[in-house]
């Protein structure tokens, strides 16, 4: 049997030289419940087109990475440049075990580190590139994050945000906002019907920023190129479940519940809230913001 391999053909894509990072064929493991939201596609699609502003980087800090979306997402829109180096940062030791379980470098490396957002073991100047993904509303002072951030860039250097909850936006509208509050109410008074002991506070409110205070934000820590833009999205029933099975969601919309009570109850108020209004789909709108350091 010959070994001998096919002469390459002009203009074929090398895959195997190609910097980029595979998805390791799933191995048994304990399952991240971020997981399971952030493959969905519509969630995947916002991430790619929110990359797809980045530039061409080697060394990268995915921050707030949590199970490493955004990494995914770099590598598919060909954002890695070779020896590609990928500083994993985030709060859940959980998360970052589920990048390195599945999550292979090729042509570069991937170091996760278990890190505050605003306070990176990272040396000044260092990335090229910040992603900070889904995660700038969970912050408690995100200027902090902000300035951080510029000193870890070094000068040209890109910051990219992505969020769904700014805060005059964040909901696609009216109708959509009102039927995710009714079916967060109704697990709550379910629960309550069944003689839960705890008080459940009202759901954190994670909307607390515009537009307009993200960019004065990154002004603030000495950004100059700042830009915000707004992409509308639906969400399916199935995307509405994947994010009621989130464990910090469910945190997040019933404080006080333990997570299994609270997505039990959440889950079976998609369908009927659904139909009652003859709608598929929840808006939403994701705002992205883009930030030179210059
Ligand atoms: C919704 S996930 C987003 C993950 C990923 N960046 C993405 O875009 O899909 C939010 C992540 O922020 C992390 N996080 C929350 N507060 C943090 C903090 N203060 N410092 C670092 N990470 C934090 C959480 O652990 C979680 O992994």
């Known amino acids: 049997m010959g070994t001998e391999q096919r002469p390459e053909q002009p203009g074929?894509?090398?895959?195997?030289?190609?910097?980029?990072?595979?998805?390791?064929?799933?191995?048994?493991?304990?399952h991240h419940s971020y997981e399971e939201f952030s493959n969905r596609p519509f969630y995947v699609a916002i991430d790619r087109y929110t990359v797809s502003f980045a530039p061409v980087a080697r060394r990268v800090i995915d921050n707030a990475a949590g199970t490493g979306a955004m990494?995914?997402?770099?590598?598919?829109?060909e954002k890695l440049a070779p020896n590609f180096e990928v500083i994993a940062a985030d709060?859940?030791?959980?998360?970052?075990?589920?990048?390195?379980?599945?999550l292979e470098p090729v042509g570069g490396r991937i170091n996760v580190v278990q890190a505050d957002?605003?306070?990176?073991?990272?040396?000044?100047g260092w990335a090229e590139l910040m992603i900070l993904g889904n995660s700038v509303h969970l912050f408690e002072n995100p200027q902090d994050t902000f300035a951080e951030t510029y000193r870890t860039l070094g000068s040209d250097g890109v910051l990219i945000i992505n969020t769904a909850y700014e805060r005059l936006r964040g909901y696609g509208d009216q109708q959509s906002k009102r039927i995710l509050g009714a079916m967060i109410l109704q697990a709550r008074g379910s629960i309550i019907k069944k003689g839960y002991p705890e008080e459940i506070p009202a759901p954190?409110?994670?909307?607390?920023?515009?537009?307009?205070?993200?960019?004065?934000?990154?002004?603030?820590?000495?950004f100059r190129d700042v830009s915000f833009k707004t992409r509308p999205v639906r969400m399916?029933?199935?995307?509405?479940r994947?994010?009621?099975?989130?464990?910090?969601?469910a945190a997040g919309a019933l404080p006080n519940v333990p997570f299994e009570l609270a997505k039990g109850e959440l889950l079976p108020t998609v369908d009927p809230n659904l139909q009652r209004r003859n709608i598929d789909a929840l808006n939403r709108n994701w705002g992205i913001l883009i930030a030179t350091k210059v």
Do not use: C, W
Not at 71 to 77: K, N, P, T
Not at 236 to 240: A, E, K, T, V
């Open 91 to 102: 709060i859940d030791r959980g998360a970052l075990l589920s990048i390195k379980r599945n």
């Open 12 to 30: 074929e894509e090398r895959m195997a030289d190609r910097p980029r990072v595979i998805r390791r064929p799933n191995v048994q493991f304990e």
């Open 204 to 222: 954190l409110d994670l909307m607390k920023h515009t537009a307009g205070d993200l960019v004065n934000m990154a002004v603030q820590a000495g």
């Open 236 to 240: 399916d029933r199935d995307d509405i």
């Open 242 to 249: 994947a994010i009621f099975s989130y464990r910090d969601f």
């Open 117 to 124: 957002a605003s306070r990176l073991p990272v040396p000044d």
């Open 71 to 77: 990494i995914e997402r770099l590598s598919e829109e």
